[in-house]
């Protein structure tokens, strides 16, 4: 969510209708007294808790790792994994939700884990991953020549490290009833809402890849089905904030975050 000229948390919590308490609670790093127009805090989700003592329970969003989760409530990434031996660090799952203890470091005050399609695309900080810049792995040679998601778009805001470092997922710009389409052939696992995404759809393809559309206002599909290249997935949403309509595309090897680009033709 956006922080807009006049917003205070207490209108923020109402406007995302979650208490107060808990919207503080997730962003440990906002100060109350300071808050800027343009930044973004993190919307709990209804399978998210953040109670007053013990750890929180934390879902997973497009592009989050251990590290980055754990900058922006003050935490290490070495405790969450301890906190979740069975969770791999390299194949997190969007949707999982994972044990979340506190402490340890100093969270981020600007730091946004979720994704939004407000703002330019200098401004937008949606789902982040950490690192500097794309992590470095051997795609398949059937990770080629992929057709884009969309068949009018523009790029808003392309795939890599902002201004902090924070790796961002792509972000497209198109136009009002424009359909987003498989990339590849694979099996649709996921098809909801999700708190600050929208409507998302998430494929399943061969070699471990996976493809998240996000942002979306209507999905197309169902959970299990097979879907082409080309196929129709879901309808593109229109931002309230930029009256544009985004498509938040992700893609992903393992759970690792891929340039676009170095498959999409």
């Known amino acids: 969510m956006q922080v807009q000229r006049g917003d205070t948390l207490g209108k923020l919590a109402s406007r995302a209708n979650v208490p107060l308490e808990r919207l ?18 993190l919307i709990p989700t209804q399978q998210e808790r ?3 003592g013990g750890p929180y329970r934390y879902q997973i969003r497009p592009g989050d790792t251990f590290s980055s989760i754990a900058r922006h409530f003050g935490t290490t990434s070495g405790r969450i994994q301890s906190a979740n031996p069975s969770a791999s660090p390299t194949s997190l799952r969007i949707g999982q939700v994972v044990s979340l203890p506190l402490g340890g470091s100093t969270p981020r005050s600007s730091s946004q884990l979720s994704a939004s399609s407000s703002g330019s695309s200098s401004a937008n900080k949606p789902a982040a991953a950490p690192t500097s810049s794309a992590p470095s792995q051997a795609l398949p040679s059937s990770a080629r020549g992929w ?5 009018d ?3 808003v805001r392309r795939f890599g490290p902002d201004s902090r470092g924070t790796l961002q997922p792509m972000l497209l710009a198109t136009q009002a009833g424009a359909q987003a389409k498989s990339v590849a052939p694979g099996e649709v696992r996921f098809a909801d809402s999700m708190r600050q995404l929208g409507e998302v759809v998430i ?3 061969a070699n471990n890849l996976q493809t998240v559309y996000a942002l ?5 599909v169902e959970v299990g089905k097979q879907v082409s290249a080309g196929d129709a997935l879901c309808e593109v949403g229109q931002s309230s904030a930029t009256q544009r309509y985004d498509l938040l595309f992700d893609l992903r090897q393992g759970g690792k975050p891929i340039d676009p680009k170095q498959v999409l033709r």
């Open 24 to 41: 503080q609670r997730f962003n440990p790093g906002v100060d109350a007294r300071r808050l800027e127009v343009g930044q973004r805090l």
């Open 50 to 52: 953040a109670p007053s």
């Open 147 to 151: 057709p884009w998601p969309l068949e």
């Open 153 to 155: 778009y523009r790029v």
């Open 203 to 205: 494929v399943h393809h």
């Open 216 to 220: 979306c206002e209507r999905i197309l």
